[in-house]
């Protein structure tokens, strides 16, 4: 589904995010992206999301170049990804409804269409029953769960997370993680980075680990990259 081939991405000044970066993320997998705060696992999120261009290299969501990705494929190309971030990133001006809804009315979908998929994403992370709410009446953990149901309220193919638990308590990140594993196993690609070694370990998964922007472990411990 993704692959990268030998992509480098460098930053006026000279600094250099990633550096020659190679791996494959396969159609139904959930994966870990690791490494140390700085280590280029944001400006790899960005590049698939088609947010920031690569140096060199070259990028492949389904076989099509994100390099010679034009100005108005990319809107269709973000259509097909969901987004989690760290800090929710909700508008506190609207209800949780609404915030939800923001994907879809992007794009122009029907309101009935739009209502019955948004009750269904909530229903599915548990706060059906909060529509109504502001968001800024949840809890942590309860708005990173609205932030997810904007996330796949599109029915995306890949779902990328950007440090999804890295402000919840041990309790919350675990169920944070098997609300994706549950979007995992109905065939959602998924991308989680995180510099919670527990959390990964906990889960088993294979991990795609950054050192400096370079890629130091690509598949499960003791094994090759893929």
Same mark, same amino acid.
């Given at each position: 589904m993704i692959r990268f081939d030998n992509v480098s991405k460098s930053y006026p000044g000279g600094h250099e995010a990633l550096r020659r970066v190679s791996f494959e993320l396969p159609r139904g997998e959930m994966t870990f992206l690791t490494g140390h705060s700085g280590a280029g696992k944001s400006t790899l999120l960005k590049l698939i999301m088609a947010m920031e261009r690569s140096s060199r290299g070259q990028i492949f969501y389904d076989g099509k170049n994100l390099d010679r990705l034009g100005r108005r494929g990319i809107p269709y190309h973000r259509r097909r990804i969901g987004v989690v971030f760290q800090n929710h990133s909700l508008l506190f001006d609207r209800s949780v409804f609404e915030n939800v809804a923001l994907p879809l009315n992007i794009a122009g979908a029907a309101p009935r269409e739009t209502a019955r998929r948004v009750r269904a994403a909530l229903d599915k992370v548990g706060l059906l029953d909060k529509e109504t709410l502001n968001p800024v009446v949840l809890s942590g953990g309860e708005?990173?769960?609205?932030? +997810?149901?904007?996330?796949v309220v599109h029915k995306p193919d890949l =779902? =990328?997370?950007?440090? @999804?638990?890295?402000? %919840?308590? @041990?309790? =919350?990140?675990a169920e944070i993680?098997? %609300? &994706?594993?549950? &979007?995992?196993?109905?065939?959602?690609? +998924?991308m989680v980075a995180t510099h919670d070694i527990s959390l990964v370990r906990d889960f088993g998964l294979r991990q795609i680990v950054l050192n400096q922007g370079r890629i130091t472990q690509g598949a499960f411990p003791n094994e090759s990259l893929r």
């Open positions: 708005q990173q769960r609205v932030g +997810i149901a904007r996330a =779902l =990328l997370a950007d440090e @999804p638990t890295g402000n %919840l308590d @041990p309790e =919350l990140s993680m098997n %609300l &994706f594993r549950e &979007f995992n196993s109905v065939g959602v690609s +998924i």
